[in-house]
């Protein structure tokens, strides 16, 4: 080879080297160029146990650095320390440089360790330092962990981050949005993803887009398609647009006034459920016995502290304590009634303003006895996995779990309820003396026995609505007293001693006063019921199913 054409080559060769270069550069410009518009720079082989120690830096800046680079970890740790970021929860021990979940308590800081869940212990405030967000970096948390939820295998999170993505449409969002449509296969989710593309495609310049986009927006209930819609009717100038925006937002609004009145209709139901649990076990005593038990509210006081008492002594079974606490309630609840009558009533009876007054002062003598106990303060119940968390059926309209099981609960008991007093001894005789209590004396029956059995059955029930209540709120000495009235209003309603009108009246006057609710106020809806079953006792003194038998006064 001469040396002209080594020469050649060398420069031939030197060519395609600097071509390689030239297109290696390229490549990485443009996978920078992509990484940067997903503002989540790839860190090869980077820990989570080192990307969360760059979250500890002083400034903002090489803190939204971090977050960035945390993103790219592949680690199921990174969704929970997003999150407790975003709500000020994520702090680290100023000697350790532990990072570490916090919640307060009355003895310090309960602390978490953010790598395995461990519990450090209690500290005090000034031995932590928090890690401190800005509101960009609020927005940037709000996004990645809208981000690392999609991928969540549960259908909540995924749905919750979906929601999350719709908040802030952009060319960003719109791309995950597209592949999530393609993958997903959960209906709900998919309706959501539609609307949020759809969303986007108003914006299109295609005026034939921009009308498809509008009247597939008309069948979504999501809170930000009013708003987008409102938007359009306000700023645009085509008539056709308008009046497609005006069509479709008139759809919407009628969609969700039908949903908020079952939504009403369903509320009104729950708290049906409620004062029919509170009222059928008053309905016995005092259709039976005609007593009018001022302390019933205090027994269903009981039975919610049961339920408190059998959580302490069962702390990681909450599931199998509510089971084992119905029984329970009822029998403490039970056995409190029978001695009631036993040591109090009985002697009582033929005497209603005596009874009435002692059952009061019992009712004090049980608020006392639980301050003495338990304490003055509240106590708080908690609620099994299975009753927490709502069936959603759609944006607008969703059931919570625990008021739903508490209805079915309530069918429940009286149906049972309902079993005993019709198919057992102790049923037919309290029909019996309820009835006409001189000839089931003369009969053989032992009044006597049935008033005990019938008072102890009845605040036996008036316990297990206590369990049912301590899902719904606080348990505290003051429990019984705020649905007293309520139990009277719906035995004197329904009927005194009919389990059908209590039904009914518990029912009636549940959706009567949430109906009322949303236009009167909660204390003057009661008040408007209150006066509505006056008016109404007034027409008929023995309600809608009053009791029927020789013994009944006309």
Do not use: C
């Not at 969360?52 to 680079?69: P, V």
């Not at 759609?394 to 919570?400: D, K, R, Y």
């Not at 001189?438 to 032992?446: F, I, L």
């Not at 139990?487 to 004197?492: A, I, K, L, T």
């Amino acid at each position: 080879m001469t040396f002209s054409s080594r020469k050649n080559t060398l420069r031939l060769l030197s060519f395609i080297l600097i071509l390689l270069v030239s297109v290696s550069y390229s490549s990485v410009g443009l996978t920078a160029s992509v990484e940067l518009k997903t503002e989540a720079p790839v860190v090869a082989d980077i820990s989570f146990e080192v990307a969360t120690a760059n979250l500890m830096a002083g400034n903002y800046s090489d803190r939204e650095k971090a977050i960035k680079i945390l993103l790219s970890v592949d680690d199921e740790r990174v969704l929970p320390v997003f999150q407790r970021m975003l709500k000020s929860k994520l702090y680290y021990i100023k000697k350790t440089k532990q990072l570490v979940f916090i919640e307060k308590t009355d003895g310090g800081y309960k602390t978490t360790s953010i790598l395995n869940n461990k519990e450090l212990g209690l500290f005090e405030k000034n031995k932590l330092k928090k890690v401190k967000v800005n509101n960009k970096l609020r927005r940037l948390l709000r996004s990645y962990i809208a981000r690392l939820g999609i991928k969540s295998t549960d259908v909540a999170v995924r749905k919750a981050a979906v929601k999350q993505l719709l908040k802030n449409i952009n060319e960003e969002t719109i791309a995950i949005l597209q592949v999530l449509d393609k993958q997903e296969t959960n209906s709900a989710i998919k309706e959501l993803v539609a609307a949020g593309v759809s969303i986007w495609n108003l914006n299109s310049n295609d005026k034939t887009v921009q009308l498809a986009a509008i009247k597939a927006l008309s069948k979504s209930l999501v809170p930000e398609v009013k708003v987008k819609l409102q938007e359009i009717i306000e700023n645009t100038e085509d008539a056709s647009i308008k009046k497609a925006a005006i069509n479709s937002l008139k759809k919407i609004d009628s969609k969700i006034s039908t949903f908020e009145f079952l939504e009403n209709l369903v509320f009104g139901l729950s708290l049906g459920s409620v004062l029919l649990l509170i009222a059928v076990g008053l309905a016995i005593t005092f259709g039976v016995m005609g007593v009018i038990n001022m302390a019933h509210g205090e027994l269903m006081m009981l039975g919610a502290y049961t339920t408190y008492v059998v959580q302490q002594m069962l702390p990681e079974h909450i599931t199998t304590s509510i089971f084992i606490s119905v029984p329970l309630a009822f029998l403490v609840a039970g056995a409190f009634g029978v001695a009631i009558e036993r040591f109090v009533i009985r002697y009582l009876y033929g005497r209603p303003l005596e009874t009435l007054l002692a059952t009061f002062g019992i009712s004090l003598i049980l608020q006392q006895l639980v301050r003495s106990i338990f304490g003055p303060t509240n106590q708080a119940v908690q609620t099994p996995a299975f009753m927490s968390g709502s069936l959603e059926i759609n944006s607008i309209f969703a059931i919570t779990y625990n008021r739903l099981y508490i209805f079915i609960f309530a069918i429940v008991v009286l149906l049972l309820l309902m079993l005993i007093l019709k198919k057992t001894k102790l049923g037919l005789q309290v029909r019996a003396v309820s009835q006409n209590r001189t000839m089931a004396k003369a009969m053989g029956v032992k009044s006597e026995w049935v008033d005990a059995m019938t008072f102890g059955l009845g605040s036996g029930i008036a316990g297990v609505a206590g369990v049912a209540l301590s899902q719904l709120t606080n348990v505290g000495p003051n429990l019984g007293q705020g649905y007293i009235i309520d139990s009277f209003m719906v035995v004197v309603f329904g009927g005194v001693g009919n389990l059908l009108g209590t039904f009914v009246g518990a029912m009636s006057l549940g959706v009567f006063n949430k109906f009322l609710e949303p236009w009167s106020g909660a204390v003057l809806a009661k008040i408007l019921v209150l006066i509505f079953i006056i008016l109404f006792i007034q027409k008929r003194p023995r309600g809608l199913f009053p009791k029927k038998g020789r013994g009944v006064e006309d």
